[in-house]
Antibody, heavy 118, light 107 residues
């Protein structure tokens, strides 16, 4: 059974960089797209971007200038870096496996709540 | 951007009721429409993919229909564990977008 475990600091200061890592177990990272999705408290879901295991990426244009998603196939991990954060970036951040053909998210991490505050 | 609009935003229903949630896309997305259930404090869970295919392990009381711009998620007989928020998501565009969610509450 595929499992995703996301990890990273729960508190980030304004203007700094938010960094999260998602570790995939029970299956290979190869052959799939891997996404980050966020959800501000009490609000809906926003797709952030995805990376293919080969390293190609697709980002939400609203975040693209601040966003880097990377993959480390040797560790079965992929990572998110979001720079110059503000309070508007406060959210639960989820990692998710993305079906290559249809584009649905079939396995999700448990989520990491990231608060941007000084 | 491709906009996804769900209706209603919330509804109240009783155990055993038939419940239908609608999702409308701002342009045709063929059958690239997926549905998720999210319970409080949990990650979303995939219910339906490609508009009408039931994800493995999901009860058969959940069903999806539609193509083009109009889609529905139906729960044939609402169970206590179905009270949650439901989201549609399009995977037609490279910019993936979700509907705003429909909260299903106990009547």
């Amino acid at each position: 059974q595929v499992q995703l475990q996301d990890s990273g600091p729960g508190l980030v200061k304004p203007s700094e960089t938010l960094s999260l890592t998602c570790t995939v177990s029970g299956g290979s990272i190869s052959g799939y797209y891997w996404s980050w999705i966020r959800q501000p408290p009490g609000k809906g879901l926003e797709w952030i971007g995805y990376i293919y295991y080969s390293g190609s990426t697709n980002y939400n244009p609203s975040l693209k200038s601040r966003l880097t998603i990377s993959v480390d196939t040797s560790k079965n991990q992929f990572s998110l870096k979001l720079s110059s954060v503000t309070a508007a970036d406060t959210a639960m951040y989820y990692c998710a496996r993305t079906n290559t053909m249809i584009g649905y998210f079939d396995y999700w991490g448990q989520g990491t709540l990231v608060t941007v505050s000084s | 951007d491709l906009q996804m609009t769900q209706s209603p935003s919330s509804l109240s229903a009783s155990v055993g009721d038939r419940v239908t949630i609608t999702c409308r896309a701002s342009q045709s997305i063929s059958s690239y429409l997926n549905w998720y259930q999210q319970k409080r404090g949990k990650a979303p869970n995939l219910l339906i993919y490609a508009a009408s295919s039931l994800q493995s392990g999901v009860p058969s009381r959940f069903s999806g229909r539609g193509s083009g711009t109009d889609f529905t998620l139906t729960i044939s007989s609402l169970q206590p564990e179905d009270f949650a928020t439901y989201y549609c998501q399009q995977s037609y565009s490279t910019l993936r977008t979700f509907g705003q969610g429909t909260k299903v509450e106990i009547k």
